[in-house]
């Protein structure tokens, strides 16, 4: 009202911060059916190179690829990424250490973020395997933990190391993963799933019908927008 201008000033940006992580969740939904399609189909395509190399069928018999099971291994390691990008977006949790310059630039999901864009010119760069590298490693941290004092570092170089604690949770568990575990994916399809779940849907701008992206803010979701999230890939 008139007489009260700071508060509807409040309600105003309270009611367009709502609206804006709704809307992030939508374009999340559409990233991560996106991007399970694309795990899908070049997961489906190693698989079937390797079971031509080694002679044994797939498509049926004791061998053969469960397109249900791989359907849920995708599902599953989509997960893993959107749990590492709430956590990073979220250093109050205190459980990454966030202000550690060798994980921020070596193992953090921010440090893919950053060549999202980068252009792979190369066949090379393009079917290469660093995002996939990286990311089983942050994986792999995430379930097991890291200790510096018990990896056997000289003292004087520990200091500088992070400690992480292993969550050993199901959705970490390599073993829940076994069809995907015998994948590598290429640079160019993760740089994608990277991008998609970085940067919203392209709208027109309105000039020249170009298309515009913002960055997706994942620091300002919360539990009922993931649960949306959650629940439309459910139902995918």
Known sequence: TDGQPGQCRLDTLDENSHKHAFAVSDDLKYALRNAIELLGNEATQQLIAQAQERKAGIYSGHNALDPDQLSRECLRTMYRILFLFYIEARPELDYLPSDDETWRLGYSLESLRDLENVRLTTEESRRGSY??????????????????????????????????????????????????????????????????????????????????????????????????????????
């Open 131 to 236: 995002f996939h590298a990286s990311l089983q490693r942050m994986f792999q941290l995430i379930y097991n933990g890291y200790a510096a004092q018990r990896q056997g570092f000289l003292q004087e170089s520990s200091a500088n190391a992070f400690s992480l604690q292993g969550l050993e949770s199901h959705l970490f568990d390599p073993a829940r993963t076994p069809l995907l575990n015998r994948v590598t994916f290429s640079n160019e399809t993760l740089q994608q799933v990277i991008q998609s779940m970085s940067l919203t849907r392209p709208n027109a701008s309105g000039r020249g019908g170009r298309q515009r992206r913002g960055r997706v803010s994942y620091t300002q979701l919360g539990i009922n927008q993931l649960g949306a999230v959650y629940e439309a890939l459910l139902s995918y």
